[in-house]
């Protein structure tokens, strides 16, 4: 396809049912393998164990986010909101990348091999490259993904209290995951979105879907995304990643993919300003892990094995949960009981233990509402908001994982 | 169609695909002329000004709310809850006819020819009625319907914090309006529903699906229910009848349906007791109420006209709304404009003031969650939910309407 | 509201999500109580008898082919075809008005009291009266509806085998009766769209989505629109005004809407071209007839009382159909039996005979396919078409009614 | 979860809300590795690469067809026919079942790996092992796969023109890849179902149903399974696979997955009669394929890299299509360019030819038609079905594809 043809590629989608693809350029980034590459990294990491559905992947999510763009840039434009065409293509190619430096199951990827918080700094460095490849076509799009842009709400469009990563993941985990209760009404989001005193406001008349969207986002997160299996999946996983990296530290040779072994032979391997280890890390996505997986189930060290093992055949570990912490007696019971059933393994491998949280709104990322008067009123201080009668302390839920066959 | 093939009788519906009858009983009650006058109610009275598409009937509603008992009772017996043939079959008639009493536009009509609640009473009336038609075989469904029977869990089905009639007109009246973020996830709802103690709970997994209930809830009111143009819409509804009340009384002729204007010519037509006004009463329907308003569209006197004809044309009153009450400076300025401009009209038909609620949670009428260790606990006392870190004072809208032609 | 907000109203629509109004005169359009009637006729007739949420009107519908009417130009400016802001506003208020001459029950009443396809000549009164009212702004749509703008395919938008009124009926039709099997691909179709010598044509790579759509008509005819019960519901309202015509010519008086009741009481109130009867017919709608029939209902005329009070209550005749023609056997011997237990009814009362017919292509309004070499070919001309592998005859299914209570 | 509870076990799934596992066998089949391992196989192959949401495996398409057989069932049982509770099991498990064998990207290892139709045997055999492994109880549905039952009708739900395999997957690859039009109402079809001699017939008034089906079956045909940008890509992954083993058989060493490199290094492993080869056959999935993708992604053999690298980073071929055979001279135009630029490079590895077809309807495969008087007729043969109409030909489009590159 010709690029001037491209300005009409339709991309189907279930969700939006066309992604129209508005610029040339757009669509050579959508056609590098560095983006490509997303197909391959599913979006919710292990979760498909709990809703089989969830299996869609950070490409199409990144595609999605790129369509609201175009459709809050149309409402901010109907509104008379200034944005040039170059600020319009800068501020889609920043939505469209926002993810671009995640590797396959983040969360456990970042507690062993990767920083935290680096998929960010991953995303600017690969942009980058990016920038370099394209002669300097992407410095636009990248003053607003790190906001240095002047116009601060093109940076609030990518990120903020009510971005359009968040809209687009919340509709799109909800849709695939079958929780239909986690849908949002983005076209009515979208509808009253607005510019005053160069920050993103939301007008009054949609605090109700605001409100929604908050409950919407809660829902998600302690029925979906903390959902308790896929919780222990995960922990699963982190500690797969860590038994692996600690049998390479002891010499031991572990087969599976050859780049991941590398990232988790290396003993800190996080250092990714060096090109070569970005190119490492841009060969990696779910494929490794999953390939690795395969190959550890038949490991003889018994950790490996039942790890990775129970992650393909599906055989987790048990978990409780609850509001309060633990009491010492609890864990202590169990902790013994594992100790004789498994008198050789290490207990940080059988035993998990934490607990994980989640705020339904946060003031310091505070959603700023226009009123009718014209003025700015915070979210959580406008008087027929139920935010404003809400503690927004965090929620927290208390865990404890072990193997099922305990007896 | 014969009773026998009945059983299997589907009815379509945009929102469940089929409706099944499952008793010859239930056939032919919905064939019965009573239930297809419901055909001729409109379910949301004047929201169609507003929200085009909701037009859908009483009929409709009362068929969803059987679909739903019926997958509650199929629910409530995979449990092993104790619910015999003959009092499903009662359920489902509570159900199917629990709205039966309703006349045209309720709510304006409770305010002037019917006496408020007395929808119910009617309803029970009704079934009264049928039960004689019928030789007995409602009176199972009028003990459930009165919580006379013992088993208390299955009026709770029928009335109570989460019962079939609000699931079902919450989800519909969202369907139609397109308002679809009020939609509810039904068949999560109930799997979680359970007895205990002759109660109806709702399985503490559930918790979520609860308060996206209520939020869903809460936004139809404020959004849909109480949206000002079908507050405005209703209060010039309203007027209008009190008006041609006020007319006939003063012994003035009206034109338009002869029985509706019957029903406003009596001072006092609310007993019910007697069976000719009931008669009356169910040859009533949104048909006579449409058919005055056109009529009074061109009547000489310039109140009902206007009420009418606005009501016709969509010429509504403009309507100023806040959520603290109106300070008597503001109110009297807009009042000495109308009565300069309007010197011969009385005030109260071309002012209203007021205000409307609704409370998110009410602990009156608690919801009862059924916890992992099998206690009972009420929703707005269980710690991880929402609702225990709510006030649940009824939130206020005040408002203040008046003709939009006002200069 | 303000003409200038006006250009970005948003009307609440189920199927669409939001509707916009673009422009001041198309808002002054749509508040003006001519297209308000709409609100009071429906779309589909009897239909909700038979399906239950088919009580959408035809305001509705002509502000959803409004909406496509958006999308499609939409399309096809992205092509780089020529079309001005008069011309686009044109279209949209040809599509928007297109219906405005519908009457109550239009099938039933074109038999009875309005010529046969003078529906459109009496959208095209209305428009051109409309057009006087607001100073000729009207003109452009009037030639457009007319076919007589030199834009030749802006007509075809309006109607043609593919139009925005059929696109938006048949979707809308099938959303509201629940036969979701009807549903149509609209963003599909629109989006190969584009303009050829002055004519509307498809992209090739739509010959399947054409396909579809035809068959979905096909499928919307033969199991909604010629529905046995819908269709002798229909047979009956035609009757029933009949029935009041010729009692009325006896010099009998009838109860219920005078309006209703003038019309049918002359013989031939078909000429519209004076403006009292223009304004006669612009009274009337739904409501009038279904006051009528209330009154009807006990009416002393057997006839009047048993077709009006059966609409009313839903006691339908009976009606049986096949593909062939009845034998004349058959038909004598129900009606031997009619004369014997109705001595005293016309049969033209009491036994319905006649056919429906559809056809899956008319050849007559062909759809123009372009293909990839930029050449046009007719679609049952495709070589990879099914339509050119069916004949294209109408399919006809012949019935026979008369009262359920024949013995 | 205990197998008591397992009755009741939901899981969720995005296009029937929950789907429900109603015995302990079904609940330990769904749990046990060898079903587990449908989660590592996609059910559209390489379909992604143009729909990028078509990423479902055949895990939740053999639930989805569980779900649907569940439904058959009550309709088949409330209208009497004779189904004994283990038939009832039995049928589910040959449907849960049915896609067992199924390797990754089945149609490029069946050209390659495995021979032809041997998905089935596979499955069988797959089954026998359960069998084995659960003492017998699986021997009831293996008589129903293997159509040895004698109630062919359950047979004919897993197995037949209209079966709960071809429903589900219909309905679940429109649902994730966006195409809509592809969509079918199963609860209609399966309202329609019934048992006469020992056949699965279709009432009659299911025709247009019947109708809708069979084009949707065809537009997904075309629109999707054959899209020339997925038919290139499959093209492409036959070609690498036939071209690892190539190089393979020539003494080379291949990276990558050793399973597969196993499968593909021996001249003929196509027989799975031995225990060992099915054990391996079912360590093989999705990963190992994909893996191996990657390292060839960078192998020095120019065909290998160009088709792997192609598959990996979406640098496909380009397809041309057009319904009649390509004469001779554009074909040798074509081969000749290739054999200049790539002279080096075997023809058959850049240059595709063949041709795919689908029919709407197959008449050895008949539908059969339950008439109004109970009569049993072929779908083909009813007088007011379109299949009578139509030559049921099958329709093929034929193909030439070479890399994009070539100038």
Chains 1, 2, 3, 4 share one sequence.
Not at 241 to 267: N, W
Not at 276 to 305: E, F, G, I, N
Not at 385 to 399: E, F, G, I, R, T
Request: hydrophobic share 40%.
């Amino acid at each position: 396809m010709t690029p001037k043809q491209a300005k009409y590629t339709l991309i189907n989608d279930p969700i939006y049912g066309f992604i129209t693809v508005q610029s040339p350029l757009i669509f050579d980034l959508i056609q590098h393998p560095y983006f490509q590459r997303l197909r391959r990294i599913r979006q919710m990491g292990c979760s498909a164990l709990v809703f089989p559905g969830a299996r869609h992947s950070r490409f199409e999510h990144a595609l999605g986010a790129l369509h609201l763009m175009q459709k809050a840039l149309t409402s901010l434009l109907q509104k008379g909101v200034d944005i040039s065409p170059e600020e319009q293509e800068a501020v889609q190619i920043a939505i469209l990348l926002h993810d671009i430096g995640h590797g396959p199951f983040s969360h456990a990827l970042e507690n062993t091999i990767v920083q935290k918080h680096s998929h960010e700094q991953l995303s600017l460095q690969i942009m980058q490259r990016l920038d370099d490849e394209f002669d300097g076509a992407l410095s636009l799009a990248i003053d607003v993904f790190t906001n240095s842009h002047p116009k601060k709400f093109l940076y609030q469009l990518v990120s903020g209290p009510i971005d359009m990563d968040r809209m687009d993941y919340l509709r799109r985990d909800s849709f695939y995951s079958g929780m239909l209760e986690g849908n949002i009404n983005t076209e009515r989001l979208l509808a009253v979105i607005n510019v005053v005193d160069n920050q993103l406001v939301f007008g009054e008349k949609g605090i109700l879907s605001l409100e929604k969207f908050l409950i919407a986002r809660r829902l998600m997160y302690w029925q979906v995304y903390l959902h308790k299996t896929s919780l222990v999946a995960e922990l699963m996983m982190t500690k797969t990643l860590q038994r692996a990296h600690e049998l390479l530290l002891q010499g031991e040779t572990l087969e599976g993919s050859d780049i991941l072994v590398a990232f988790l032979k290396t003993d800190n391997l996080r250092d990714f300003s060096g090109g070569d280890a970005l190119d490492l890390y841009l060969a990696l996505d779910d494929t490794d892990v999953m390939y690795c997986l395969k190959k550890w189930h038949s490991h003889p060290d018994w950790v490996l094995q039942r790890l990775a093992g129970g992650l393909i055949d599906r055989k987790l570990y048990a978990i409780q949960t609850q509001t309060n912490p633990y009491q010492k007696n609890d864990t202590e019971f169990i902790q013994e009981k594992l100790r004789q059933q498994y008198p050789e393994v290490p207990l940080n491998y059988i035993f998990f233990q934490g607990n994980v949280s989640n705020e339904l709104y946060g003031v310091k990322n505070a959603i700023q509402l226009l009123s009718k008067d014209q003025t700015i009123i915070r979210f959580d201080q406008h008087p027929s908001s139920l935010m404003n009668q809400l503690p927004h302390a965090k929620q927290q839920l208390h865990y404890m994982a072990f193997p099922k066959e305990l007896s």
